[in-house]
């Protein structure tokens, strides 16, 4: 069974970055599809990104287009999140989540996923 563990969020200014790392610590990642999920208060849940098991294929939500990308290091056992030109209303709580099952083609549904962090909180100000 995955522990989904997240690093790397904080508070940033708009317009700078962070990178959200995704690990467990016990267990291979290389075979699971990797999403990451972002809640904010008074929004609905949102699948930000995700890689896929097969050949590390990419998708992404349309309002992290060209800002954010997803990448895997199986060296590291890590599927990390780079986001840049962060706005305000990338504030959230961001979750990765894992799977093994087929993600396509609605990769951003939550409930595809078995596994799930507890989350890093990401807050942008203006």
């Known amino acids: 069974q995955l522990q989904l563990v997240e690093t790397g969020g904080g508070s940033v200014h708009a317009g700078g970055s962070l990178t959200l790392s995704c690990v467990d610590f016990d267990h291979s990642l290389g075979h699971y599809s990797i999403a990451w999920f972002r809640q904010a208060p008074g929004k609905d849940d949102e699948g930000v990104s995700c890689i896929d098991s097969d050949n590390d294929n990419t998708y992404y939500a349309d309002s992290v287009k060209g800002r954010f990308t997803i990448s895997r290091d199986n060296a590291r056992n890590t599927v990390s999140l780079e986001m840049h030109s962060l706005e305000p209303e990338d504030s959230a709580s961001y979750y990765c989540?894992?799977?093994?099952?087929?993600?396509?083609?609605?990769?951003?549904?939550?409930?595809?996923?078995?596994?799930w962090g507890r989350g890093a909180q990401v807050t942008v100000s203006s």
């Open positions: 989540a894992a799977t093994d099952r087929p993600i396509q083609p609605h990769w951003a549904r939550p409930l595809l996923y078995i596994y």
